[in-house]
């Protein structure tokens, strides 16, 4: 997936912050993967339901969990979803991006605030 069409997919009127931060992180060209393999929705809202209780434990500032659990439980069972990966340097956050199988719809967006040397 090229760069452009990422930036497209993450929504530019998003009242999302994660997705606007994400967004303006890759016009600014942070660095990005988007992976071909697919995870089952219901995996990863389970997955990063458990993420988000553990930042939140450390302390660390993240973006979206919430609503992307919602949307991602609220997605058939095995729903197959493929996860993008940006590395945004200000602010310093890494973001997952949850994309349809085809990669033409994101379901949510998380960030969590990077530390030194990540």
């Known amino acids: 997936m090229d760069r452009e069409r990422l930036i497209e997919l993450l929504d530019l009127d998003s009242p999302d912050l994660a997705v606007a931060t994400c967004r303006r992180g890759l016009v600014d ?12 929705a219901h995996n990863l809202a389970s997955t990063y339901a458990r993420r988000a209780r553990s930042i939140a434990k450390l302390g660390l500032d993240s973006l979206g969990f919430p609503a992307s659990v919602e949307r991602l439980s609220g997605l058939p069972e095995g729903t197959p979803l493929r996860l993008g990966h940006i590395a945004v340097d200000d602010p310093p956050y890494s973001f997952i ?3 349809d199988k ?13 530390t030194e040397g990540e």
């Open 102 to 114: 085809r990669a033409t719809e994101v379901f949510g967006c998380v960030g969590v605030t990077r």
């Open 29 to 40: 060209g942070a660095e990005f993967a988007v992976y071909e393999e697919t995870v089952p």
């Open 97 to 99: 991006v949850f994309l």
